[in-house]
């Protein structure tokens, strides 16, 4: 094993060199892709030499190249990886993978990329898929997978908030597994993102006989369940590796307010393609509509599920599938149950100034079925418009009835209040505080120390900067 050495003087004049190509590349995709090339615009180019990441990533606000990796490939391989990160921030994917298995999700989530980008022209070699997962959602196409796709994978790396030091369920940097691009392995902790998918990458160049398949890569694999031999994503462009070196350029975080910076992004890209097209000159994805519509797809997409999904990642994801959940068997859904005694603490707070009254009966019934499935838990219920009107107390011993609830208040509104009462009334911070609302009304301008998730109603929009925002829409 080498000593880590940082990038030698020849390294960062290929460096410099690279991020001049970087910025040439993007001017030129801003010309022929403005669509995708305005969303790059976001995203601070970051040329690096390290041996933990040899193609590229993107933490949402840098994008890192690999310099000898790009140096490698032409001009349409280059557009094509750009557009491809760019596609994976604007998607929010960081976001969205929540308790999903994390190969499924890569593989799910790169899929519904490049079908973005070859109906937008781009150069790239994609996954095998089945035709019909053309427009779908990565978790409409996490669920459709075929056994054993997951195998295949591009060589850019994903990374997630809980792979970076002090990111949520972490609390440091993982141990081990880092790839100097050749599928070796350092045994060592290192700062910053893990790249097994560069590590799958030359696997699947293995099995895939280097990407020397054919087709075009439309249904390649699908019919035999993913074990086809169409050309994988990356496995055609340059492997390269830089044993043994650490960039200290390459320092990926997560800001806070990603995942509300990108869906900014996207609608202001919307706007400025929607002008276009009113000229007739637009090149928008025609299926963009559905990725923003009702305030974008992580806001719309199973709300029940995401909410969930969310919760378990809060608590630790320490969940068992046997038994399951007892409350949703009878609907013929199998959901995990607790798998220790632990008790999870939950505060709901209802908006009562009427506007969330016809969607309290179904959100409480998910909320009965989420308990349940914790196994030991405690929920507190307040009920408030411009003041609190009444606290309710349940847990695994004394359960939320299915009916019989009475709400008060019904006037204006405020979202101060319970989260002043959990401040000064509760004897711990809760695991997770949920407030459902429609949104209007003036919340605190400072986030607390647990978790918030806003369950929306109606037409209204997320009170503050902070917290996790998920919409109650009946169609999902």
Known sequence: MKEPRPPSEAEQRLKAEVGEMMVRDRALLVQRQPFVGH????????????????????????MFMDAEFYRRMDEEERLGVIGHEVWHCALRHFQRKGERDRQKFNFASDVEVDLLLRQAGFKVEILPYDPSWIGKSAEQIYDLMYPGMERFQKDDTHIYPEDLPGGKGSGKGRK????????KEENTEQDGAETDDAEDGEENAQENGQGNGSGDGEGSGAESGGSGTGPGSLTQLPRVAHDGVIDPDFQPEFSPDLADDWKDNLKNAVQQEM????????????????????DERTSTLEWKRILLDYVTQIFGGERQWLPPARRYVWKKLYLPSRARKNTIEIVLAVDTSGSTTEDLPDFLAELRGMADAF????????????????????????????????????????FLEPFKYVEDRLPEPPTVFIYLTDGFGQAPKKAPEYPVIWCLTGQGSKPAKWGLEVRINKKT
């Not at 995203?43 to 933490?59: G, K, N, Q």
């Not at 009113?278 to 009702?294: A, F, R, T």
């Not at 009107?389 to 299915?402: C, I, K, Q, T």
């Open 39 to 62: 969303l790059a615009m976001h995203l601070e180019l970051v040329p690096i030499f390290d041996s933990r990441m040899t193609t590229a990533c993107t933490d949402g606000t840098r």
């Open 176 to 183: 081990g597994g880092k790839s100097d691009g050749q599928g």
């Open 275 to 294: 002008k276009r097209a009113s000229k007739g000159i637009g090149n928008m994805p025609g299926n963009i509509e559905d990725l923003i519509k009702d």
């Open 375 to 414: 196994g030991e838990y405690k929920l507190t219920i307040i009920q408030c418009d411009i003041k609190i009107h009444a606290v309710m107390e349940f847990s695994n011993e004394d359960p939320l009835p299915e009916e019989g609830l009475r709400f008060h208040g019904f006037g204006g509104t405020s």
